[in-house]
């Protein structure tokens, strides 16, 4: 079955580019996602790409895909201490549901 | 959030009580989904809907059931709770199917 992985923690300092990892093994993934989770409350859709693009910007976010080795990074500029947040990678074929990986913690430090 | 609304955003029941968790929403999306959020698990689908009174299971589905008799509102019930179904439940809509949104969750804790 589907599987996405992303690694637990990352600490960075306020200003510092943060790159947060996730890959995914299921080939037919058409789109491709990242939610941000502050604490007490539910994911906020930060960004996606599809499957097709390899790069997405959007203001202070970056989204890298390698299709090949099934790798999905999403880089933060410039981080502030509201960046503090858990990160969810998730991917779908392009319809009904949603596989999700654990989450990475993210802690931005001033 | 995207015009859903859980309740009640927090429950403790005991266990073997039958609980039922509401999620509405008012942006007319044909899909809706329950989550629950876990330590060490990340959120794992409980039951989605894809229409009125189509329902399909996720991954952990035993032990719950699901209802949607409106567009806007699908259910979810815990027949008799248990203390492993202590969790955050979140409801979440999509349009397409794809790119879904969440609603702020509702605490359970099963004593």
């Known amino acids: 079955g589907e599987d996405v992985e992303q690694s637990l923690f990352l600490s960075v300092r306020e200003g510092d580019s943060s790159v947060i990892n996730c890959t995914y093994t299921?080939?037919?993934?058409?789109?491709l996602y990242w939610y941000k989770q502050e604490p007490g409350a539910g994911l906020q859709l930060l960004t996606y790409i599809f499957s097709n693009m390899d790069m997405k910007q959007d203001q202070r976010l970056t989204v890298l895909l390698n299709k090949k080795d099934k790798h999905l990074s999403l880089r933060i500029a410039d981080t502030q201490t509201g960046d503090s947040a858990i990160y969810f990678c998730a991917e779908s074929p392009g319809y009904s549901t949603l596989t999700f990986g654990k989450g990475t913690m993210l802690l931005v430090s001033p | 959030d995207a015009g859903i609304t859980q309740s009640p955003r927090h429950k403790v029941t005991e266990t073997g009580t039958p609980v039922t968790l509401r999620c509405h929403q008012t942006?007319?999306?044909?899909?809706m989904y329950w989550y629950r959020q876990d330590p060490g698990h990340g959120l794992r689908l409980i039951h989605y809907s894809y229409g009125v009174k189509d329902t399909d299971k996720g991954e952990v589905s035993d032990g719950y059931s699901v209802s949607r008799s409106k567009t806007e509102d699908f259910l979810l019930t815990l027949e008799s709770a248990t203390s492993s179904q202590t969790s955050v439940y979140f409801c979440?809509?999509?349009?397409?199917?794809?790119?879904?949104?969440f609603g702020p969750g509702t605490r359970l804790t099963v004593t």
């Open positions: 942006e007319n999306h044909r899909y």
């Open positions: 299921d080939s037919s993934s058409t789109y």
């Open positions: 979440a809509i999509s349009e397409g199917g794809s790119e879904q949104y």
